[in-house]
Every structure is written in structure tokens, then in C-alpha cells.
């Protein structure tokens, strides 16, 4: 429940103004919560309209997309880039090519993502974009001609110094090298315009694993405050996309048991713990479908519920699909199953309910997403760097500067805890920390 009539009056503005942008306001809600001791202190932020401007995207740029399928029929979609804030730099934050995308998710996103960049401590604004588009079930042609057409509208609004977009849902290598490409022919070879790009047209090696790894390097951090490691945990991890397909690599590299796994189809789950070279197999070679995996594999079993409606018993729990995945009852089947520690891979994973169950359980801890997901933006951070550079750091280069970053807002997240006496409560403490410097960032720039 807020409290301060300040935060109370900026929030209902944006419920009056935005009744249904729910994601939107989840988000911003769950901020202005956390922040609201220091705004308490702060007489002097409702003059200068402080919250309002942190709240308010700088930009929101929609356009519409036409492109034509295979058999010549000619569609349109819509596209977005939400430009958040460029207080610390260029906008930098994912496209996300998914079906039940609007303007709410991509507000939330962008909103996120200007807390997040401030966290990695790389000079980065906040932005992201999307589209109502989705590349499942078509053709590589029809594909290359969607990224052409979005490419020519978006290459208005983005170059290397101004907004700088990488991957995200539905948008990989294949999706970020076309729009590189239509890129290049509209405005010329400008190494630094978006990132996540295919190493060999100068993307960044470790870009594509750095959310994955990322989110692992930061969960060491936090099982290493109570002497507690990843060696023989057993997990659940969501989405077998970028981020969940990376994060189980990375678990089972460190002698983790990943017991469930799931995608949009499914879920699986191995006891014995899931065979890797198994599941590559499925994701390249049989459409995804997961239940497949039994017919090699007759001990595990598959599903169509949610993996977080299942009984299975483990430690730890990495939600790496999508927005709101876990909710309340979920959140308390994890916790009567063993779960002690979460990590959100994926942006906003668990609804606001979900969150009071784990805050309200004692012994549970939590790495909120704008902390432990933030290697995949910090990596494109990089990637900037060594573009601006002409340079090409080693993978191992790469992935050691990730490592740092990631136990450097560890840190500050914890730093955070002991300063405003929050226990254990590191999503609270990433809001306080980002919101310190944006605040200072507004104020020193002075009415923009
Ligand atoms: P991908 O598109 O690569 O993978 C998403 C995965 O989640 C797929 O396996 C997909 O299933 C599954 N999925 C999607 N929606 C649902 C759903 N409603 N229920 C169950 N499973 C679902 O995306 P990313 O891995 O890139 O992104 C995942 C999350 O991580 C997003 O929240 C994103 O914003 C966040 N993130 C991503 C970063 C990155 O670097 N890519 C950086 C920081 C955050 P299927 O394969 O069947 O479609």
C-alpha cells in the first residue's frame, strides 16, 4: 500500500491516464513502493516533478510495418520503440518480436530497462521496442522481408549515438543481422546501431550467452552470502529461449541438476536431470516439441500445465520465459516444495502477489530481474565499446568483464540492504540504488 501522498498523487495520474496499461503500472507501482522512504525524506522532488519524469517515457515512437508473405498477401503490424531515458546515454534496450505485445509491455520494458542500464554502471539510457509479430511459423524469407520493412521506419529513430537496440523475445542473431543489413543500406556502416549482433558482422563474442550467465553469475553472489553454492542444487528453469537456454548451460557447467525445463508448449521434467545434447536436439531438429524428449527418455515425464503448477521438489527456482509467469498460488507451491532462492532471468516474472508470498516467507530469498538480468544489456554495453573501438575482445575477455558486472551490482544491491536496513530484500535495494542515480541524473541536468 502506498503511503506518501506525493507517490499516491503521481500514481493515480497514471492510473486515470492509463487505466489499462497493467504491466505498465505493475511496474510502476512496485517502484514507487520501494522508493518511498527516500521520497518521504525529499520535500523539495514534488516541485521539481521528479517522480513524474521518472515515470514518463522521453518518447514514444509507433509505426506501422508492411510486409508481404509468401504467397504475395500483403499484411500489416505495428511497431514500437518506447524511448525511456537517455539521462545516462543512448537509449539501449531489446526489440521483442511476440504476438501479445502493446503498448503497456513495451512501456514497462523501457521503464525497466532505464533502472537496469543505471545498475550495470555503463553509460546507457533506457529504451525498448517491439513488434506485433510473430516469427513462429514463418518462412526465413518472410522473416528477412518483416526485419527490412521495420528496419526502414525504426532507422529513423536510432544511430549508435542517439538509441541503440539489440535482441529480446523473438528477435535473435538471425532477426538482428536483416535489420543490421536494411540498416546499412539506409544510413551506411555504422558498426554501433544495434547490438546482439552475429559475431562475424561485428557483434560481440559472449553476447549471446551474457543473460544467461549473467543471471548464474549473480545467483553465486547471492548463495555465497550464506555459504551456499550452485554445485548440486537442483533447479527449475522457464524458457528455452536466449536467456533459460543459457542459464541451464551455465547450471549444469557448475554441477547443478536442472530438473524441469519448459517453452510456450510445455514442460519437462527429469529426475535424473535433464539431458542437454537431448534437448539441443529437440529445439533444432523437432520443432521444439518437448515431448519428445520421453520417447528417449522414458523415466521423465512431460506436461502442458505451467512448470510452476507442477510438483517437483527443489532449490531453486529461474523464471526466463515472460512477464507474470508465477503468480500467488504458484509462488507457494515453490516455497511447500523446497524452493529457497529465485533468481528472475526473464523482465517482471512473478506478479505482484507472487512477490508478497516470497517476501512474506521467511527464508526465502530473491534476485529481482533488474539486477540478476541485467549481463545481456551489460555485454551489449560492451559490444558498444569494442565497435567504437574497431576491437575484438576474446570470449574470455568478454565473459570476465560480464563476471565482474555482475558481482559489482551484487554488491551494490547488498551494499544497499545494510545502508537502508532491508535484510535480504534485494529488489528493494535495486530500486533504491538506480533510483539514487537517476534522481542526481535529473536534477543535474536541469528541467528536460
Ligand atoms: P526467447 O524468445 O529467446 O525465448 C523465450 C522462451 O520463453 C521460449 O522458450 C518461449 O517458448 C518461452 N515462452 C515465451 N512465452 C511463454 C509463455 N507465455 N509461457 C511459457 N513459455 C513461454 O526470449 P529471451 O530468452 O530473449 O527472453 C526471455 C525473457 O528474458 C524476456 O522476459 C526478456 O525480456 C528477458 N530478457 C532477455 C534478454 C536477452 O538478452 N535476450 C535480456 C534481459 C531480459 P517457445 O520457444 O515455445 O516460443
Known amino acids: 500500500m502506498l503511503k506518501n501522498p ?4 503521481v500514481y493515480n495520474d497514471l492510473q486515470t491516464k492509463f487505466n489499462e496499461q497493467i504491466e505498465y503500472l505493475q511496474a510502476v507501482k512496485e517502484f514507487l513502493s520501494a522508493i518511498e522512504p527516500l521520497v518521504e525524506q525529499d520535500k523539495g522532488l514534488e516541485k521539481e ?3 513524474e519524469r521518472m515515470v514518463t517515457p522521453e518518447r514514444i515512437i509507433k509505426f506501422r510495418v508492411p510486409w508481404q508473405d509468401d504467397q504475395g498477401q500483403v499484411h500489416i503490424n505495428w511497431g514500437y520503440r518506447i ?3 537517455s539521462l545516462l546515454g543512448p537509449y539501449k534496450g531489446g526489440l521483442r518480436f511476440d504476438t501479445p505485445v502493446n503498448e503497456s509491455v513495451m512501456k514497462f520494458l523501457a521503464f525497466e530497462q532505464t533502472f537496469k542500464n543505471a545498475l550495470t554502471g555503463l553509460p546507457m539510457g533506457g529504451g525498448k521496442g517491439s513488434a506485433d509479430f510473430s516469427t513462429r511459423g514463418k518462412s526465413d524469407q518472410e522473416i528477412m522481408r518483416f526485419c527490412q520493412s521495420y528496419m526502414t521506419e525504426l532507422a529513423k529513430h536510432i544511430n549508435e549515438n542517439l538509441d541503440v537496440p ?3 523475445i523473438g528477435v535473435g542473431k538471425r532477426e538482428i543481422g536483416y535489420m543490421y543489413g536494411q540498416y546499412k543500406r539506409l544510413k551506411g556502416v555504422e558498426l554501433g546501431s544495434l547490438t546482439g549482433k552475429p559475431v562475424l558482422a561485428n557483434g560481440s563474442l559472449g553476447r ?6 549473467g543471471l548464474i553469475y549473480f545467483l553465486q553472489a547471492m548463495l555465497n552470502e550464506e555459504n551456499e553454492e550452485v554445485s548440486q542444487k537442483r533447479f527449475i528453469i522457464s524458457g528455452l529461449g536466449n536467456v533459460g537456454l543459457n542459464a541451464i548451460k551455465k547450471v549444469i557447467h557448475l554441477g547443478g541438476l536442472v530438473l524441469a525445463v519448459s517453452n510456450s508448449q510445455g514442460s519437462l521434467y527429469d529426475p535424473q536431470g535433464i539431458n542437454i545434447k537431448c534437448l539441443e536436439d529437440i529445439l533444432v531438429n523437432h520443432n521444439k516439441d518437448l515431448s519428445i524428449y520421453t520417447q528417449e527418455r522414458p523415466h521423465a515425464s512431460f506436461s502442458k500445465d505451467s512448470i510452476w503448477s507442477r510438483q517437483i521438489e527443489a532449490d531453486i527456482a529461474l523464471p526466463c520465459a515472460t512477464q507474470n509467469e508465477i503468480n500467488a498460488e504458484q509462488a507457494r507451491k515453490l516455497i511447500a516444495n523446497g524452493v529457497r532462492f529465485l533468481a528472475e532471468g526473464a523482465n517482471m516474472p512473478c506478479t505482484s ?5 516470497f517476501n512474506q516467507s521467511k527464508d526465502f530469498i530473491w534476485a529481482p530481474a533488474k539486477a540478476a538480468n541485467a ?7 560492451l559490444e558498444m565499446s569494442q565497435n567504437a573501438m574497431r576491437l ?13 558486472i555482475m558481482s559489482d551490482i551484487f554488491t551494490r544491491c547488498k551494499e544497499t540492504c545494510l545502508a537502508f536496513d532491508l535484510g535480504k530484500n534485494y529488489a528493494v535495494a535495486a530500486d533504491i540504488a538506480a533510483y539514487q542515480k537517476i534522481v542526481q541524473l535529473i536534477q543535474m541536468h536541469g528541467l528536460v
Do not use: C, M
Open 6 to 9: 506525493y507517490i499516491i498523487r
Open 49 to 51: 516533478a521528479i517522480l
Open 83 to 85: 524511448q525511456h531515458s
Open 166 to 168: 539489440a535482441g529480446d
Open 208 to 213: 549471446e550467452e551474457a543473460t544467461g550467465y
Open 353 to 357: 502477489e507472487a512477490i508478497e508470498v
Open 375 to 381: 549481463g545481456g544489456v551489460a555485454v551489449s554495453g
Open 392 to 404: 575484438k575482445w576474446s570470449f574470455e575477455e568478454v565473459d570476465e568483464k560480464l563476471q565482474t
